[in-house]
């Protein structure tokens, strides 16, 4: 086959076949779309937040203990102007789509960036309370730095507090980018919906997945591979349960064992239970109860 040939003779034809798709079809390519090229710089902003929550830690140079303040202070200017950007962006796309007509998609952008800004205070103090408990719950770990260095739940659970930030202020789109961010890199996969309390360790974490409306009280403890998911993502005639109550609540000081599945928005794990590993619960467990597989 003469490349060249099949390039100028039937690649064209290829592209029109593509573009035609493109433009006829339910997502439609327009010019004032939404600029799907712009999850890069997403992550590249995700990064910069999690540097200024962990100066040194996760930023791309080292930062001296005079220079902290320097560093964030420049670095939230940056991320304000950036991350403002895109929140206007999501906002404005979803409007369209929704066809409103009759709120300013620039001042809620502006509101959802203050709050989320002026909640990293909040959220960094958090954040060290869920290494805090990952030392205390991991024999294994010797020092907190090495924890905030190397273990994958720290990324996974401050990408999700950032993330949960920001779908409760109403952003769409952006906080799911922030999520399958966190769980391409970690293998946790916690949808930003889900309402967690602190002093939260997922232990090696690989297979974790937590549903958009699962509750998770304070002091819980889970290891890899754990569902905490919806019985169906459909209800009985066949439509998706859209904003039901579809995963399942997690009371405080509940430890849950590797490749347990836990699932309904009816059940409830009391506190203090402890659930054993390769358990498959679909109905609440009572406060302090201990439940294995027995096989």
Not at 56 to 82: C, P, Q
Not at 150 to 161: G, K, L
Not at 208 to 226: D, F, L, P, S
Not at 255 to 264: E, Q, S
Request: negative net charge; proline residues 5%; hydrophobic residues 40%.
């Amino acid at each position: 086959m003469d490349l060249n040939k099949w390039m100028n003779e039937r690649l064209p034809q290829i592209v029109d076949r593509l573009e035609a798709d493109l433009v006829a079809g339910p997502e439609a390519v327009t010019d004032d779309g939404l600029d799907f090229a712009g999850r890069n710089e997403i992550y590249d902003i995700l990064d910069d937040i999690l540097a200024v929550l962990f100066p040194g830690y996760y930023s791309r140079e080292k930062v001296k203990k005079s220079d902290t303040n320097f560093f964030m202070a420049d670095m939230l200017r940056h991320i304000s102007f950036r991350l403002g950007k895109h929140i206007r962006e999501v906002l404005s796309y979803r409007c369209r789509k929704d066809r409103c007509d009759d709120c300013s998609c620039e001042e809620k952008a502006h509101e959802a960036l203050v709050s989320l800004i002026e909640s990293l205070p909040e959220i960094r103090a958090t954040l060290l309370d869920d290494i805090k408990a990952a030392k205390e719950g991991d024999p294994a770990a010797q020092f907190l730095d090495e924890i905030i260095l190397s273990y994958p739940c720290v990324e996974a659970i401050a990408t999700h507090r950032i993330a949960h930030c920001l779908y409760a202020l109403g952003v769409p789109i952006i906080p799911r980018i922030l999520s399958e961010r966190a769980h391409s890199r970690t293998g946790i996969d916690i949808h930003p919906g889900a309402q967690i309390g602190p002093r939260f360790f997922i232990d090696h974490g690989t297979g974790v997945v937590i549903g958009e409306t699962c509750r998770i009280g304070a002091n819980v403890k889970i290891y890899q591979g754990v569902t905490l998911g919806a019985t169906s993502p459909f209800d009985k005639e066949g439509k998706p349960r859209v904003g039901q109550k579809r995963h399942p609540d997690i009371e405080d000081d509940v430890i849950i064992y590797a490749n347990a599945t836990i699932l309904g928005g009816n059940t409830v794990i009391g506190k203090g239970a402890v659930i054993g590993g390769n358990t498959w619960i679909t109905k609440s467990v009572p406060t302090g109860e201990y439940v294995y597989n027995k096989e």
